[in-house]
C-alpha cells in the first residue's frame, strides 16, 4: 500500500514530548481518514487492528509487528534558508529526523507522552504510521528551500511517501 502524508509546521531538532505529540495529532487526522478506505477498512470493520495501550492513551498503528508490516518513508522537507544550510539552521538533521521518527511511531512509555486533556478526549485512539521506527526498513530524505516568509527557522513542511510492506509469504497456492 502506497499512500502520502503531510506535515506543515515547526520540527526542532530536540523536540520535546510535547513537540512530538502535536505532530502525531496533527497527523493523526490524515491516518484516521486513511483507516476508512481499502485495504485498511475491513481490517477496521472486522476488528482486526492492533490496539496499543501505552499510559491513557490509545493507538493504532498502520504499520505493526504484530502483522509482519514494514515501511518505507521518502521524505521532501522543506525549510527556511539557503541551500546547503540545512545542518546549520533550524537545527541539524538527524536530531530534527529523529524528532519526526518518534512522532510518527507510537510512544514507547507513558512518561514519552503528555498528561491527557479533555480537548483530546475525541482523539481515542490516536492513529500512527509505525509500532515503532524499527519497522522501516528504508528512508531517503530530500531537503530543499522553504521559499516563504517563515517566522520560525524550525518551520518545515514534509512530504511523506509511505510504501507499506507486507512481509507475510502468501502460502495458499502451495500443497
Known amino acids: 500500500?502506497?499512500?502520502?502524508?503531510?506535515?506543515?509546521?515547526?520540527?526542532?531538532?530536540k523536540g520535546s514530548v510535547n513537540d512530538k505529540h502535536k505532530i502525531r495529532l496533527k497527523l493523526h487526522e490524515q491516518l484516521e481518514e486513511l483507516w476508512k478506505h481499502y485495504p485498511l477498512c475491513n481490517l477496521h470493520n472486522n476488528q482486526q487492528i492492533i490496539k496499543l495501550k501505552i499510559g491513557d492513551y490509545e493507538f493504532v498503528p498502520v504499520v505493526s509487528s504484530e502483522i509482519d508490516m514494514t515501511a518505507e518513508i521518502h521524505i521532501t522537507l522543506l525549510r527556511p534558508g539557503l541551500p546547503g544550510s540545512i545542518f546549520t539552521e533550524?537545527?541539524?538533521?538527524?536530531?530534527?529526523?529523529?524528532?519526526?521518527?518518534?512522532?510518527?511511531?507510537?510512544?514507547?512509555?507513558?512518561?514519552?507522552?503528555?498528561?491527557r486533556n479533555a480537548s483530546e478526549s475525541s482523539n481515542n485512539p490516536i492513529y500512527t504510521l509505525l509500532e515503532n521506527d524499527a519497522l522501516i526498513t528504508g528512508i531517503s530524505v530530500y531537503a530543499d528551500r522553504l521559499l516563504e516568509p517563515a517566522v520560525d527557522k524550525s518551520y518545515v513542511r514534509l512530504m511523506l511517501k509511505v510504501n507499506t510492506i507486507n512481509n507475510r509469504a502468501n502460502l495458499s497456492g502451495i500443497p
Open 1 to 13: 500500500m502506497k499512500f502520502t502524508l503531510f506535515y506543515n509546521g515547526v520540527l526542532k531538532s
Open 90 to 115: 533550524g537545527g541539524d538533521i538527524d536530531n530534527r529526523l529523529k524528532t519526526l521518527l518518534d512522532a510518527l511511531s507510537v510512544p514507547e512509555k507513558p512518561e514519552a507522552l503528555p498528561n
